[in-house]
Nanobody, 116 residues
Framework: QVQLVDSGGGLVQAGGSLRLSCAAS??????????MGWFRQAPGKEREFVAA????????YATDSVKGRFTISRDNRKNTVTLQMLNLKPEDTAVYYC???????WGQGTQVTVSS
């Protein structure tokens, strides 16, 4: 069982930055053995993949629209995964969710709003 708590969202102007964090807790399987990802859902749209970081080799995956602007990282000692977002655009506005990829474990979501 894993609990994920997302934080760090807010309102920023286009071109600004935010840093999202996801803190994991729970028992059983170690956090370090989960591939962790961020997803987002804009109003009226499906939830979509943003970025992920593998537990095996730290390999990073990201959707094309955020490459070069968003960076995902993890700290297995602190059981956290972070999404650093730079040069934010209005189309990045969404609720962002942390996820242990391939599981039913999701954070509660954090709202990111980018004004033009």
């Amino acid at each position: 069982q894993v609990q994920l708590v997302d934080s760090g969202g807010g309102l920023v102007q286009a071109g600004g930055s935010l840093r999202l964090s996801c803190a994991a807790s729970g028992s059983g399987r170690s956090f370090s053995t989960y591939t962790m990802g961020w997803f987002r859902q804009a109003p009226g749209k499906e939830r979509e993949f943003v970025a992920a970081i593998s537990w095996t080799d730290g390999r990073i995956y990201a959707t094309d629209s955020v490459k070069g602007r968003f960076t995902i990282s993890r700290d297995n000692r602190k059981n956290t995964v972070t999404l650093q977002m730079l040069n934010l655009k209005p189309e990045d506005t969404a609720v962002y969710y942390c996820n242990a990829v391939g599981t039913q474990y999701w954070g509660q979501g954090t709202q990111v709003t980018v004004s033009s």
